[in-house]
């Protein structure tokens, strides 16, 4: 069973920067696609950012220019550098592995939070 976790979140000022992390562990499955997505309290959890097998990237409008996704293949790690964060952004962000049979896994979460 793959098991992922985040790190990184935190509190920051709006302007500054936070790098997201996720670790794995457990076996790995034909991963397809790597990427990070952010739910508010009241609010469906939405895409932030992916990145496929192939390389191929996609962004939320409200994030693009502003966040980076890139992966470790070695390590099976994916991150999030986000740069230039605004009150918007402050959710709890979770990272998610989807494999070839389509079967998505998430981690437990982390908390960003951007305030003054």
């Known amino acids: 069973q793959l098991q992922l976790r985040e790190s990184g979140g935190g509190l920051v000022q709006p302007g500054e920067s936070l790098r997201l992390s996720c670790s794995t562990s457990g076996s790995l499955f034909q991963v397809v696609a790597k990427g990070w997505y952010r739910q508010t309290p009241g609010k469906q959890r939405e895409l932030v950012a992916t990145?496929?097998?192939?390389?191929?990237?996609n962004y939320a409008e409200s994030v693009k220019g502003r966040f980076t996704i890139s992966r470790d293949n070695v390590d099976n790690a994916v991150y999030l550098q986000m740069n230039s964060l605004k009150p918007e952004d402050t959710a709890v962000y979770y990272c998610?592995?989807?494999?070839?049979?389509?079967?998505?896994?998430w981690g437990q979460g982390t908390q960003v939070t951007v305030s003054s």
């Open positions: 998610n592995f989807r494999d070839a049979r389509g079967i998505d896994y």
């Open positions: 990145v496929t097998r192939g390389g191929n990237t």
